[in-house]
Structures are given as structure tokens and as C-alpha cells.
């Protein structure tokens, strides 16, 4: 049984290119895939047509808001090679926006988002088109009630989510490389596609002129079908199937659920139908009750926050090591002391043979015999008054005796005066 209520009136594709019946096919499966999303907003389109531009980037064309759409079906350089059926939906989706926006704004974004989700949901829900359903579940004769189109319809989803639960399936494109980011990943796709869609657009990029010669030629190159009517009972089963993807987003919004309409067609502002959390392709959440329908907050008790105690200070650390011989605080890069060149972590009671070791050995021992010969006891009696020293003028004053040995002022060794160094650590004694 047909029905005269057609959304998209009449074809035209391009004869003379081949695969000519398959781009026919292409253009009906397109109108079918989108006729549900038409049909709640009252959009119709007077001729959906093929056309092969030669601006290779040139993907879709809206003429007079809608009564013409024009969508390229073929790749650039090979006019038998057909472009994917999802970039040629998207395109569609793309178009039909531009019959409510002109400008690529912000509302026409959050439009074309709608579109999108609401497709997708479709999908989700079974829907690939006109003819979804297999031959044994087609009906023949008179034309089904509603309720028995929502019964098929919902049939159809359940079966469509016990096939794809669990399945682990992919819609379209490849693996993430490993160690990609996911979410750059995705963010990238959704950017990609839409920045070839956007430059594609013929509506941003061409004035009126140009846009009418271009229909006009797509119009003369072009072999026009007029569409058939329309299935009642495929359209009865589109139509419960899109009330199925209401039916959630009436679930998530409530009562401040907007459905589309020829009036309002983003409805509540672009929710999404995908089933997920979130509040949409453009991020809008549903609106919030004023405050006569909230309900009066009720007494929470008094809490107090615990004390927490403050975190006590660490002294900050030093960066480096100290030698074990010398003390001398050296880099954390040096592997040995820069004063007494002994290695890091060294215990300084292990003795450790060196080129200089015999000799420095020597001078110690030199320099300690020298002070015991030096050194007297000298015993004062303090019971008796000290004897005063008789003054000679002849006399000259007694020189003051010198010290033999001398000691390092970095490392602290003693050496004898004779040695201008420290057999230390190398160091020029102070003063002669």
C-alpha cells in the first residue's frame, strides 16, 4: 500500500557515467536512511540529484533551501569508484541543515549534531532504510495499524542489540596505533570530518551565481526519476522506530523534553540519542526547575571538617656526598673527593695503596719524630717567687725560636717546614 505523503519528489543522477543504476540506487538509499529525521520536522526536498564537479573538494550543494540538493556519489579521479555510503550521508545531513541555517554558525552546528546523533540512534535501533526488515517479516495486503508497527519495530531493535551486544564491533575506520591517545585520536577524527565537509560545501564557498550554474549544468548532464510512492508499512515501522529514539530521550530530559518539529527543529537544543550519558553534541544540559517547583531543602546536621594536622617541615636535601677522609662536600657527579682524591664511600680506615702513599707515610713520620724532639716538659714551682733576670746591655735580643712544621689549612695535616706542599691534598702551605 502506498503513501502519497512523499518526502523527496523525484531523482536525478548521471546516465552517461557508469554504474548509472547504481548511483540511482545510492540516492534512494540516501533519501530512505534520512526520511525519518525529514519527516519529524516537515522538511521536503523537490529533487535530490547526483553531480560530478569539477572542483575535486566540492561534496554537496543546497539550492534554494532545499529545492534542490545536489551530493557528489563518485571519488575525483575515478567516476566508477563510489564514496563511502556513511561520508555521503553525512553530506546529506549537512545540506538538509542548511534549510533552517545558511551561515556554518553555531546554531548550524548544533543542527548538524542533532542530525548526527539522531542517525546514529536510528542505526543503533536497526533502521538502515527503506527495507530494513527481511522478506519473511514483510506484510502483504492492507496497511498495518501503528500498533502493530511499534511491536515490529521494537522487535527489530531487540534484535539488533542481542546481535551487536557483546560483539566487540567497529563502525568504520582502524585500530588506534599503540600508545596513541584515544581521546586525541577521536577528537582528530570528528575535526577531520568536519573540516572536509565544511570546505565541501558549495553553499560558503560559491555565491548565488555560481551555485545556479552549477544546478543548471547538474540539470541538463542529469536523467530524472520520479519517486515512487512511499511503502506505507516501511514508513508506519521508520516512524515507531523513531519514536523508540524519542522514547529515550524523553527518559533523560523528562518533562523538559522538546521534541523536533517544523517549528523548533534542534528541539531541547541537540540532545543526543545515542543512549549515553552527557547532555548532547553541543554540551546544552536540560533546563533546571525554578525555584516555586523545587522542593524546600531539608536539615542537614551541623558537621565540622576533622582537624588535620599540618605536615611537618623536611629539611630540604643537600644534593651530593661527603668524603669520608677529608669531609669535603662533593658533587653527587664527582666519583672521587676533589681534595683528596679518595674514591666515594671510601672508609677511612681502610687502607688503600696509591703511587704517593709510601712517601706521604715517610713525611707523617718525619714531621711527628721532629715534633717529639722539639717538644719539652718544662716543671714551674709556684711556691717560690720566679727569679728576675739580671739586665746585660751587651747582650742582644734572643731571636724567637720557629716552628718545624706547619699544617694544611684545608685538610689539616702536618707537615714538615721544608715541604712547600700538603702530600695531602696538594695545598701551598700559607706563608713561609
Known amino acids: 500500500m502506498a503513501e502519497h505523503d512523499a518526502l523527496v519528489l523525484s531523482y536525478s543522477h548521471l546516465a552517461d557515467f557508469p ?76 545540506e538538509l541543515s542548511h534549510i533552517v541555517f545558511g551561515p556554518h554558525d553555531g546554531k548550524f552546528h548544533n543542527l548538524w549534531n542533532q542530525l548526527r546523533d539522531e542517525h546514529e540512534g536510528l542505526v543503533r535501533k536497526g533502521y538502515t532504510g527503506e527495507g530494513f526488515l527481511s522478506d519473511g517479516h514483510r506484510l502483504g495486503g492492507g496497511r498495518i495499524p501503528m500498533h502493530e508497527a511499534r511491536r515490529l519495530a521494537r522487535a527489530a531493535a531487540e534484535k539488533r542489540r542481542t546481535l551487536t551486544a557483546g560483539s566487540g564491533q567497529r563502525l568504520g575506520g ?31 564557498n560559491h555565491n548565488d551565481r555560481e551555485i545556479q550554474q552549477i544546478s543548471e549544468t547538474a540539470t541538463r548532464n542529469g536523467f530524472r526519476t520520479q519517486a515512487e510512492e512511499d511503502a506505507a508499512n516501511e514508513a508506519a515501522i521508520a516512524q515507531a522506530l523513531w519514536e523508540l529514539v524519542q522514547e529515550e530521550e524523553k527518559q533523560r530530559y523528562g518533562n523538559y523534553y522538546v521534541p523536533p518539529s517544523a517549528q523548533n527543529p534542534t528541539g531541547n537544543g541537540g540532545g543526543s540519542v545515542m543512549g549515553g550519558g552527557g ?15 523545587r522542593p524546600p531543602p531539608l536539615p542537614r546536621p551541623e558537621t565540622r571538617p576533622p ?31 676533589e681534595a683528596c682524591f679518595s674514591e666515594r664511600g671510601q672508609d677511612p680506615q681502610r687502607q688503600v695503596w696509591t703511587p704517593n702513599a709510601e712517601k706521604r707515610e715517610r713525611q707523617r713520620a718525619a714531621a711527628a719524630a721532629s715534633t717529639n724532639r722539639s717538644s719539652t ?7 717560690t717567687s720566679p727569679t728576675r733576670p739580671t739586665s746585660n746591655p751587651n747582650h742582644g735580643a734572643v731571636a724567637p725560636a720557629t716552628a718545624s712544621t706547619w699544617n694544611c689549612s684545608f685538610c689539616g695535616t702536618t707537615m714538615e717546614k721544608q715541604w712547600w706542599t700538603c702530600s695531602t691534598c696538594g695545598k701551598m702551605k700559607d706563608s713561609s
Request: with cysteine; hydrophobic share 35%.
Open 377 to 383: 716538659v718544662e716543671t714551674i714551682d709556684l711556691t
Open 19 to 94: 554504474r548509472a543504476g547504481d548511483a540511482l540506487q545510492t540516492l534512494k538509499k540516501v533519501a530512505s536512511i534520512v526520511k525519518p529525521i525529514m519527516r519529524a520536522r516537515g522538511w521536503k526536498v523537490r529533487e535530490l540529484a547526483e553531480f560530478y564537479p569539477d572542483q575535486a573538494n566540492l561534496l554537496g550543494l543546497n539550492v534554494n533551501r532545499g529545492q534542490r540538493i545536489l551530493i557528489r556519489l563518485r571519488y575525483p579521479g575515478d567516476r566508477s569508484l563510489f564514496l563511502p555510503l556513511e561520508q555521503v550521508v553525512d553530506t546529506m545531513l549537512h
Open 174 to 204: 582502524m585500530v588506534p596505533r599503540p600508545g596513541s591517545d584515544i581521546r586525541r585520536t577521536i577528537v582528530g577524527a570528528i575535526e577531520r570530518r568536519n573540516s572536509s565537509t565544511l570546505q565541501g560545501c558549495g553553499n560558503t
Open 279 to 293: 547532555y548532547g553534541s553541543n554540551g546544552v544540559p536540560p533546563p533546571i526547575p525554578g525555584p516555586a517547583s
Open 307 to 337: 582537624v588535620v594536622a599540618a605536615p611537618t617541615p623536611r629539611p630540604a636535601q643537600q644534593r651530593g656526598w661527603t668524603c669520608n677522609v677529608c669531609t669535603l662536600h662533593n658533587p653527587a657527579t664527582y666519583l672521587s673527593c
